[in-house]
């Protein structure tokens, strides 16, 4: 395995577990997840968001097992698509409610969110250094990232 493949499986595993965390804590103990300075911003507890909220974490952590799991250049792509997408309005939604919680907090928080956008803006790029080539004729838009399937 090179390199590069070696560091987007272990980055899209890490976001999988990340993904995975959220799901289970919020589908198992919302109030707790609620508790939570950065979650509660002036909101009423709504158990029904909370919990689609675990459900959506849920759906991304299958997506990105199966792309760490069969390294398809298309389901990493599109995983990695997915949870960006995900992270990047997630941050600026954030950006919106700095005035809600301590100085202290918006920063640590900020950085973590900014960190959840950069590792698969990373791991994207990886894509592109690894991807099959063109000249190689078994390659096609389903091969694995590197050429190679696990």
Known sequence: MNR??????????????????LAI???FAPRSFYALQAVNLTMPYNQHLL???GAMNL???VMLATA?????????????GATLTFWAAHFLIHLRFLDDM???????LMTGLAATIVLPLIL???????????????????DAVGGRQD
Not at 68 to 80: D, F, Q
Not at 102 to 108: H, I, Q, T
Request: charged residues 20%; hydrophobic residues 50%.
């Open 4 to 21: 590069a493949r070696w560091w987007l499986r272990a980055g899209l595993t890490v976001l999988t577990l990340l993904h995975l965390t």
């Open 25 to 27: 804590w919020i589908l």
């Open 51 to 53: 919990l689609d909220f």
């Open 59 to 61: 759906a991304v952590a």
């Open 68 to 80: 760490a799991r069969t390294m398809r250049i298309h389901v990493v792509r599109t995983g990695l």
């Open 102 to 108: 301590a100085p202290e907090n918006d920063a640590l």
């Open 124 to 142: 994207l790029m990886l894509t592109r250094r690894s991807e099959p080539t063109a000249a190689d004729p078994a390659s096609h838009p389903g």
